[in-house]
């Protein structure tokens, strides 16, 4: 069987649009991988996170299947990777400082934040296939990200041209 990647834009609605895209081709599993921030100072930056229940602070899905605990099981497996099963919140914007993280998660439900994977298990649940979110955290929950930091990369996720002549010298 074949498998395809599919690259998509940064952002909720592009990755709705691209799960959505995914699944009128015939699309049977759907994969969110890539980062997040921590949203508890358990987690570190590196540590590998894998959802049991994505929310958008209004609805929640969770997930209980057989799939995802093997998945769980097979990368507890991996003694290198700090990995931890979690709860994830996704935002429309992005978190940059510990206050913004503490203010979106006041009662600690949730375990990191990210900005696509709702979007994407809805599109899953609605057409009822399996879905996981892989994410690996980059911020922790004391990190500040700069503002305007979001700038330097485009809507594909790529650094901006302007900022990749300043970083090559």
């Known amino acids: 069987a074949a498998s395809d990647v599919y690259k998509r834009q940064i952002g ?6 691209s799960a959505s895209q995914l699944c009128s081709n015939g ?8 980062y997040a921030g921590a949203l ?9 996170v894998i ?4 929310s958008n602070e209004e609805n929640t899905i969770y997930i209980n ?7 769980v099981k097979l990368i507890s497996k991996e003694k ?8 994830f919140l996704s935002t429309s914007l992005p978190l940059r400082t510990k206050s913004q993280k503490i203010s979106q998660n ?24 399996p879905f996981f979110i892989i994410r690996a955290i ?31 010298k």
């Open 65 to 71: 299947s057989r799939r995802r605990k093997e998945l």
């Open 138 to 168: 980059v911020d922790e929950l004391d990190t500040i990200i700069p503002k305007g930091a979001e700038n330097m990369i485009d809507l594909n996720g790529k650094q901006k041209f302007a900022f990749q002549k300043l970083t090559r």
């Open 80 to 87: 290198s990777l700090c990995s931890y099963d979690a709860a």
């Open 51 to 54: 959802w049991h229940s994505v």
């Open 27 to 34: 699309c049977n599993c759907l994969i969110s991988f890539g």
């Open 106 to 129: 006041p009662d600690g439900e949730w375990d990191a934040v990210e900005m696509e994977s709702y979007e994407i298990a809805e599109v899953a649940k609605t057409h009822g296939i």
């Open 12 to 17: 909720g609605m592009a990755a709705r649009n």
């Open 40 to 48: 508890s100072p358990k987690y570190s930056s590196g540590a590998l």
